[in-house]
């Protein structure tokens, strides 16, 4: 087994619950009730494990004292918690009746085309994968979409083709902006 895989499975071993030790205090520390905390640390539950798993949920809930089902119906109700594993980018296309009739059924279809997957499907380089939302409230600049939280408006296939040979050019440089968990972890830690 190589290192960085040997490194990898250790760390996956340990629960999130462990390596973030300190950014759980501190979150739990920066909330009156710490049964707020649980949205941050699902996020960090999910980074950690790869997607919103059952055990994952379950850590998250014995941590807060919450019951187990209210973190499973958190999870259910919020697209940014995946239960399944997903690629480094999740291009979650919004549509809705409104974004629809402005062409965001099509922008679907030709967005898993390039990508050569359908809907909720990973890309074998496991860089994307496509979901459909509900309503992220840019109905007027449809058909649109959310990348790792970032809208991207006004799409048509060019704007597309863009949008992905950025992404892959970030993914190959490393030079990504902050990630979700990156930001959690700072607010964590700045008392």
Do not use: W
């Not at 290192?3 to 462990?18: K, V």
């Amino acid at each position: 087994m190589s290192a960085p895989l040997a490194l990898r499975n250790q760390q996956i071993m340990m629960t999130f619950a462990e390596k973030y030790q300190a950014e759980i205090k501190g979150l739990i520390a920066r909330f009156p009730h710490k049964k707020s905390a649980v949205l941050p640390l699902m996020h960090l539950a999910q980074h950690h494990y790869g997607y919103t798993s059952d055990e994952a949920m379950r850590e998250v809930a014995a941590i807060l004292d919450l019951d187990p089902t209210h973190v499973l119906s958190l999870a259910g109700f919020y697209t940014l918690y995946y239960e399944e594993p997903v690629g480094k980018y999740v291009l979650e296309i919004c549509n809705d009746l409104a974004c629809a009739l402005r062409g965001a059924d099509q922008f679907v279809e030709m967005a898993c085309d390039k990508l050569g997957v359908d809907v909720d499907e990973t890309t074998a380089d496991g860089l994307f994968t496509i979901k459909t939302v509900m309503c992220l409230a840019a109905c007027d600049r449809a058909p649109m979409l959310q990348c790792n939280l970032k809208f991207e408006e006004n799409l048509d296939e060019a704007k597309f083709e863009a949008l992905l040979a950025r992404l892959r050019t970030e993914a190959a440089d490393g030079a990504a902006g902050p990630t979700v968990v990156e930001k959690i972890t700072a607010y964590a830690k700045s008392q």
